[in-house]
């Protein structure tokens, strides 16, 4: 085994922060004098009780969630809230649908099973690489919900916009882009995010819940998966994933200790500088249309597999790792998430120019018959 940690570029469960892992390290087999770990305590018990309830308000404080909305932590992963958002939300009006990705075209799926859904933007004849404009979104009115995913993991693309609906509740899937940046929570009825992207690792599902939006799910739905059940528990009806919550809370202090505007900044520079070195690199081609650029997924390409196999196998020599595409893309992806630091980003840009380098030597060599 290798004595340094990588650069992990993997879309999720992905890169934690080091301080993160340090502390949990150290935690790991006797936590603030109890004689146990956090994996062996009772949920019930006060030490995990204040945990709890330190990871939440940490979340709350540095992403100023409101006195209107719960914060729920949740198993089952984004993919259980396609389900539990039109269980709790879905009226007989109906529900509005955007599909920039595969997610969002999941969670239609489901709803379906629920209620009528209508599908206000469909990317998929593009491949899924762009984002529609607030002028493309024609919702209908007294809907019960519009939901979309504002970051697309597999594609790579953002909404860099709220969307305006008329009063048409707001649900949104932010899986791969909650604390990457502040977020008005007054604007939405349900935000909720699998914790593996930016936040935890894998095993916590989080949702933001405007308290007054729970309590409506239909007779039949499954008691965990009640919005207002999780709400008058403290999200601990059952179980709950408490390592997880654990390393959360870490997470959020870490996290407190930058702020989230300043995270932001960090997240854009970023982004900017790995675009900028894949626009200058011919070699390389980008998925995304400009305007609707991922922060937190960066997808591209060579003009061909084998290139695109060397490109990531060179990569992983040199310490930059899980560089490949999702398997509906293929091509690359850099998944730069909050706990990729600067000099990640830095070292990944360094060796695309060199690829590119290479590369266009090579073709300059074979056309003149060297
Ligand atoms: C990963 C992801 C999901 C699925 O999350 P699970 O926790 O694996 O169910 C859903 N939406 C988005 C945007 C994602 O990135």
Request: hydrophobic letters at 35%; one cysteine or more; glycine letters at 8%.
């Amino acid at each position: 085994m290798g004595e340094a940690r990588v650069y992990n570029f993997a879309a999720g469960p992905s890169q934690l922060p080091l301080p993160v892992l340090e502390q949990a390290g150290r935690e790991m087999m006797n936590y603030h004098g109890t004689g146990m770990s956090v994996m062996e305590m009772s949920h019930r018990s006060s030490v995990f009780r204040q945990i709890a309830v330190h990871a939440r308000d940490r979340f709350r404080e540095l992403m100023n969630v409101p006195d209107t909305h719960d914060i729920l932590f949740l198993q089952g992963g984004a993919s259980s809230q396609f389900s539990m958002v039109p269980l709790n939300l879905m009226t007989e009006a109906g529900a509005e649908y955007a599909l920039t990705g595969s997610f969002s075209a999941k969670a239609a799926a489901e709803a379906e099973k629920y209620g009528n859904v209508h599908i206000v933007f469909d990317g998929r004849g593009n491949g899924y690489s762009r984002i529609p404009d607030q002028s493309e979104l024609k919702l209908k009115p007294g809907s019960s919900y519009f939901h979309y995913c504002e970051n697309n993991t597999i594609y790579g693309t953002a909404w860099h916009y709220m969307p305006q609906t008329d009063g048409v509740p707001l649900v949104c899937d932010m899986s791969s882009s909650l604390t990457s940046h502040p977020v008005d929570f007054l604007q939405y009825d349900v935000v909720y995010a699998g914790a593996q992207k930016n936040m935890a690792p894998a095993g916590l599902t989080l949702a933001v819940v405007r308290r007054d939006a729970a309590g409506h799910e239909s007779a039949s739905a499954p008691l965990m998966m009640s919005y207002q059940r999780m709400i008058e528990s403290g999200s601990m009806y059952n179980t709950p994933p408490c390592w997880q919550i654990y390393m959360f809370g870490l997470q959020m202090d870490w996290l407190a200790g930058i702020g989230v505007e300043e995270m932001e900044k960090i997240n854009r520079q970023k982004a900017d500088l790995l675009y900028g070195t894949l626009e200058n690199c011919p070699v390389f081609h980008l998925h995304a249309e400009k305007n609707s650029r991922s922060l937190m997924n960066v997808t591209f390409r060579t003009a061909d597999e084998e290139m695109d196999r060397e490109f990531i196998c060179g990569a992983e020599e040199v310490g930059l790792v899980n560089l490949k595409g999702h398997r509906l893309t293929g091509g690359m992806r850099a998944s730069i998430y909050n706990a990729m630091p600067p000099e990640g980003v830095k070292a990944l840009c360094g060796y695309i120019e060199s690829f590119d380098r290479k590369h266009r030597r090579q073709a300059v060599c074979t056309e003149s018959g060297f």
